[in-house]
């Protein structure tokens, strides 16, 4: 169990590093006031398209590393309990 647990944690280390610089990695979104009374069209093709840029990878990967940053979260806390 003492092996499992290093694992687990080398791998938590891991994933903390890489959400660290994908969270970096992305650009600041600010919307200012002008879109907000507009509004923002999302008909457009960059639209549709926006889970295949970069950006969009980067912000699917961070999601799915932050998921995974919670369950070796949960899982290094019931290792270390018992």
């Known amino acids: 169990m003492e092996i499992a647990k290093y694992i687990v944690l080398v791998i938590y280390i891991i994933v903390c590093i890489a959400l660290i610089i ?4 992305q650009n600041n979104k600010k919307s200012g006031a002008s879109e ?14 926006k889970g295949r840029t970069k950006q969009g990878k980067l912000k699917r990967w961070t999601i799915i ?3 995974v940053f919670v369950i070796l979260a949960i899982v290094l806390g019931i290792l270390y309990l018992v």
């Open 22 to 25: 994908l969270a970096t990695m």
């Open 36 to 49: 907000t009374i507009m509004g923002s069209s999302t008909n457009n093709f960059y639209e549709q398209n």
């Open 65 to 67: 590393l932050g998921i």
